[in-house]
C-alpha cells in the first residue's frame, strides 16, 4: 500500500486493483480502451489531412497509388471544393 495516494488508501484501493492484474500482467480492458483511443486519434487525423480520402479515392476509381493518381485526386477535392457555396 506504499505506492498509492493518502486518497486512494482512504478509499481502500489496493494497487493490484489498478492497471496490473493478479498475475502481474496489465489490465486487459485497460489495454483495450488505450488501444481504442489510440485508433481513434489516428482515424481523425487520416480524414484531417485528407490520407482517408486518397484512400476512398483509390478504391472508387480502382487506381494504385502514384503520383498521378494524387493529382487526380487533387483535382477531384479542388474543384468539389470550389462549386461548395460559401457563406458569409
Do not use: W
Request: hydrophobic share 30%.
Amino acid at each position: 500500500m506504499t505506492n498509492l495516494t493518502t486518497e486512494a488508501r482512504r478509499h481502500g484501493e489496493r494497487s493490484e486493483d489498478r492497471d496490473i492484474g493478479p498475475s502481474g500482467d496489465r489490465n486487459p480492458l485497460a489495454l483495450e480502451m488505450m488501444n481504442r483511443v489510440v485508433q481513434t486519434i489516428s482515424a481523425t487525423l487520416r480524414e484531417i489531412f485528407d490520407e482517408s480520402a486518397y484512400d476512398r479515392f483509390l478504391l472508387r476509381t480502382n487506381a494504385s497509388r502514384s503520383r498521378a493518381s494524387y493529382r487526380d485526386f487533387t483535382r477531384e477535392r479542388d474543384a468539389t471544393m470550389l462549386k461548395k457555396p460559401r457563406c458569409c
